[in-house]
């Protein structure tokens, strides 16, 4: 069964601990993104990666840190630097480069894990 | 910020009729795409439009996309209460990364 996960499903983190959020998917794809959502709100990027051992700051960065050893996993850890966050969090996954014909340039979503600060 | 921005909101409609949502950004881009995410959940790709398309479509969906104002709309013909959901727009400027919009939340009522 091809595709993307996400675990834990629901995180719940003290003030001043780091906490790691996995994203594991089968689909080959060379490109992932860790992308942060507020209630009501759309999707922020965190961070993004291209290809393995590479990665890129997305907007709001600041907090969080990603490592891409493996092809297959992009592990984001929330730091106990980020002042706010309690928001979910969608990892997702796509084909790098250009669409070409008959390709789709989508990105592949996981369910997501929900992370409160207590 | 290239961020694109729906519009509106909030929709609010009875099964059968269309629905309209709209797009805006700022910058030119590669392509647009649409997602819709349900309550809780990941995003799901619906349709996706080149910048040299002006309209495509899938099924019940049907997008426009108008490169000299910089926006796109989605219209989703004959709703259903299973098209409840909140639908977003993503650009893209090098086809590796995505700006999203706020999205609209979208009612269908039984």
């Known amino acids: 069964d091809g595709g993307i996960t996400q675990s834990p499903k629901y995180l719940f983190r003290k003030e001043g601990q780091n906490v790691t959020l996995s994203c594991e998917q089968n689909?080959?794809?060379?490109?992932m993104y860790w992308y942060r959502q507020d209630p009501g709100q759309g999707l922020r990027l965190i961070y993004y990666?291209?290809?393995?051992?590479?990665?890129q700051k997305g907007d709001i960065a600041e907090g969080y840190s990603v490592s891409r050893e493996k092809k297959e996993s992009f592990p984001l850890t929330v730091t106990s630097a980020q002042k706010n966050p309690t928001a979910f969090y969608l990892c997702?996954?796509?084909?790098?480069?250009?669409?070409?014909?008959?390709?789709?340039?989508?990105?592949?979503f996981g369910p997501g894990t929900r992370l409160t600060v207590l | 910020s290239q961020q694109g921005e729906e519009d509106p909101q909030a929709l609010s409609i009875q099964e059968g009729e269309n629905a309209t949502m709209n797009c805006s950004y700022k910058?030119?881009?590669?392509?647009l795409q649409w997602y819709r995410q349900n309550s809780g959940r990941g995003l799901v790709h619906l349709i996706l439009?080149?910048?040299?398309?002006r309209e495509k479509h899938s099924g019940r969906l049907r997008v426009t996309l108008d490169t000299s104002k910089k926006s796109s709309s989605l219209l989703i013909t004959a709703s259903r209460a299973a098209d409840t959901a909140s639908y977003f727009c993503?650009?893209?400027?090098?086809?590796?990364?995505?700006?999203f919009g706020s999205g609209t939340k979208l009612n269908v009522k039984p």
């Open positions: 993503a650009t893209d400027t090098n086809f590796n990364k995505f700006y």
């Open positions: 997702a996954s796509k084909s790098a480069g250009a669409p070409s014909v008959g390709s789709y340039n989508e990105q592949f």
């Open positions: 910058t030119s881009i590669n392509n």
């Open positions: 990666s291209q290809i393995v051992n590479d990665f």
């Open positions: 689909l080959n794809h060379d490109a």
């Open positions: 439009i080149r910048s040299n398309e």
